[in-house]
């Protein structure tokens, strides 16, 4: 049973800012990109973000110029920091590894997941 662990998350006014974190272990994390999805009330799971396994960094037209993704070699994480937030970045974020990360973002057949982490923006 392979374990992303998020954290961060919760809730923010518009116009706010969050960061969310994901630890995985050192085997997944150094042979499979990284990122974040998203699954919002009555919305189907989208990609959000993700760095490739040679460190190419791709985002969704919806949150361009807004979120950042980064990545820490050294304890194996990776961190999505969210600022401008908007209701509609309202979701269930969840951490993933091993899908495809381009300039579309989306899940594989053996894609490993978090348990997720709720924000909420108002």
């Known amino acids: 049973h392979v374990q992303l662990v998020e954290s961060g998350g919760g809730s923010v006014q518009a116009g706010g800012s969050l960061r969310l974190s994901c630890s995985a272990p050192s085997w997944i994390f150094r042979s499979n990109c990284m990122g974040w999805f998203r699954r919002g009330p009555g919305k189907e799971r989208e990609g959000v973000a993700c760095v490739g396994v040679y460190g190419a960094i791709y985002y969704s037209d919806a949150v361009k110029g807004r979120f950042t993704i980064s990545q820490n070699n050294g304890d194996n994480t990776v961190a999505l920091q969210m600022d401008n937030l908007k209701p509609e970045d309202t979701a269930m974020y969840y951490c993933?590894?091993?899908?495809?990360?381009?300039?579309?973002?989306?899940?594989?057949?053996?894609?490993?997941w978090g348990q997720g982490t709720q924000v909420t923006v108002s």
């Open positions: 993933a590894a091993g899908f495809y990360c381009g300039r579309l973002i989306r899940p594989a057949d053996n894609t490993y």
